[in-house]
């Protein structure tokens, strides 16, 4: 049996969670791409493309006492609310969960089809950053970013910073040298 999961590729702050059934010692192979290419993980998802660098594989046992849906409010910015439907299902689970946030595809279009060992489990939103209400009036907020001349407040220039340092390094050898010739 698969299921069919379409990506978008500009989906963002989606957290999809699946359930591994596999034993222990086969987590690894199943999950790490190999050195040779082969990436089961790629294919028990018929994904294109993912990123290795957001894919998180969670051992059920290493939360300890903490709820599956503890760790995917803390860890994943999950509000509770969304987890709270499916919480007797998640914190039910055993073994291992595979967590895959929007980036974990690369930002690349594509249909999945899930297939065994893997299991959907349920598909989620991050909780969204809040957005100032009022611009910023500060004087510092009104600066601009590069391109621009150096104001006469903006501190030394690089060739005075250039001096300072050299002046330090040759006061600094000029004493390790009076000690070595003070006591050779």
Do not use: C
């Amino acid at each position: 049996m698969s299921d069919r999961m379409d990506i978008r590729e500009s989906d963002a702050g989606i957290v999809r969670v699946f359930h591994l059934d596999l034993p222990p010692e086969a987590i690894e192979r199943f999950t790490v791409q190999a050195g040779t290419g082969e990436w089961p993980l790629l294919y028990g998802l018929g994904a294109k493309k993912l990123s290795a660098s957001f894919i998180d594989v969670v051992r059920i046992r290493d939360l300890e006492d903490m709820p599956l849906t503890s760790y995917l409010h803390q860890a994943h910015g999950i509000p509770e609310d969304q987890l709270r439907d499916n919480a007797g299902q998640l914190n039910r689970l055993r073994g291992h969960v595979l967590i895959l946030p929007s980036q974990a595809f690369a930002h690349t279009a594509q249909s999945l089809t899930i297939r065994t060992p893997l299991r959907w489990v349920g598909t989620f939103q991050e909780i969204r950053p809040t957005r100032a209400k009022a611009p910023l009036r500060s004087k510092s907020a009104r600066g601009s970013i590069g391109g621009g001349r150096a104001s006469a407040r903006s501190g030394p220039g690089l060739p005075i910073v250039k001096l300072a340092l050299a002046a330090m390094a040759t006061v600094v050898i000029l004493g390790i040298a009076a000690v070595y010739l003070a006591g050779g």
